[in-house]
């Protein structure tokens, strides 16, 4: 057990959107001094707003992920306004919506340096003051880390090496006694503003493959681990069952995208190439934590419930759902944050 939210100083990047802004949000409301950062300053300051308006501390630190500087000032900013940093939430992502023979070099590289070199510069920064507070370090993840889906190669990829950086790291914090907890998060589909900002080379709208979950359930799940650090944790149902069923056939997966994981992924309304995304620069406006899917998207998921009150015991009594959810194929939902 850790410090109550109450108690907590919280640094989250990627906090301008999507489930970095839900998490920002709800860590307000509950009363912790929260440190946002971002690309956006214009975003970060309405950020800010809201997790005052519910009653926490805010800070915004504009920067950009994937700037070793940047992730140093932001920790040294937040321990210079509130004197410590007991959590740090890693959730800054970028995507490039193609498929491998369309991506360029530069648009890869992109993608890796933000959300797998970002956050390893944000662990590194972060690593001392949590050891001096004996805290957790929280990386928004995805279920897709344990499976690469078609069109996603770039953000497949990216997940994957922070997967196995934070196996790497999670152990040598045990071995040398530090009381530093690192939590995965692994969502399903969540409904974020990424679908309108990110990349894509299809031509048509990306959207997350059903079922969509709403931001604020993957914030939920972030605030579980400030308090009570699990070593991954998947959100939703759909996670869960992609993550068995990569567990027990990934063939069978194989056979599910090739039917489904083109066209899962979008709309089917057309939308131009070209048209300006946040890969390399931010875009102007304040995109909040919802994206264009909140009439799909469901508030709660009973699987997440169960977890999130029963722990690893919930998990266990659960697992008679994996032959289920092999048998009825499983998606390759993504979080979007």
């Known amino acids: 057990m850790k410090k109550p939210l109450a108690e907590q100083v919280i640094v989250i990047s990627g906090a301008s ?75 800054v992502m970028v995507t490039v919506y193609a498929e491998v023979d369309q991506l360029e070099s530069d648009e890869l590289s992109r993608v890796l340096e933000v959300n797998f070199l970002g956050r390893v510069h944000a662990y590194r920064a972060a690593l001392p003051h949590l050891q001096a507070s004996r805290g957790t370090f929280i ?7 344990y499976r690469g889906i078609p069109l996603q190669a770039a953000y497949c990829a990216s997940k994957a090496a922070g997967r196995a950086f934070f196996e790497s790291a999670r152990v040598e914090q045990e071995k040398h ?25 299809l031509g048509l709208q990306p959207q997350p493959v059903p079922p969509i979950y709403r931001p604020e359930l993957v914030a939920e799940a972030v605030l579980h681990c400030a308090e009570r650090p699990e070593r991954e944790l998947p959100v939703s149902w759909g996670a869960q069952k992609l993550l068995w069923g990569q567990k027990l056939s990934p063939r069978a997966g194989d056979l599910v995208l090739l039917r489904n994981g083109w066209t899962d992924q979008t709309t089917g309304e057309p939308k131009p190439v070209g048209v300006p995304d946040n890969l390399f620069e931010t875009l102007p406006g304040d995109p909040g ?5 909140n009439d799909r998207a469901r508030g709660s998921s009973a699987w997440t419930a169960a ?31």
């Open 17 to 91: 959107s999507g489930i970095g802004r839900a998490a920002a949000r709800a860590a307000g409301e509950r009363g912790a001094r929260v440190v946002v950062s971002a690309r956006s300053a214009d975003a970060l300051v309405h950020a800010v707003g809201e997790i005052e308006a519910l009653g926490g501390e805010g800070l915004a630190v504009p920067g950009e992920a994937a700037d070793e500087a940047d992730a140093r000032n932001l920790c040294q900013r937040a321990v210079e306004r509130f004197g410590r940093i007991d959590t740090f939430v890693a959730s």
């Open 139 to 145: 990386d928004v993840n995805s279920a897709l880390a």
């Open 177 to 201: 006694r530090t009381g530093v907890d690192v939590s995965l998060i692994l969502p399903g589909a969540v409904n974020t503003p990424q679908f309108d900002r990110g990349r894509q080379k």
């Open 289 to 293: 934590a919802h994206g264009r899917f």
């Open 307 to 337: 977890r999130l009150r029963l722990g690893k015991i919930g998990g266990i009594v659960a697992l008679g759902g994996a032959v289920a959810a092999l048998a009825s194929g499983y998606h390759g939902g993504a979080k979007r944050g």
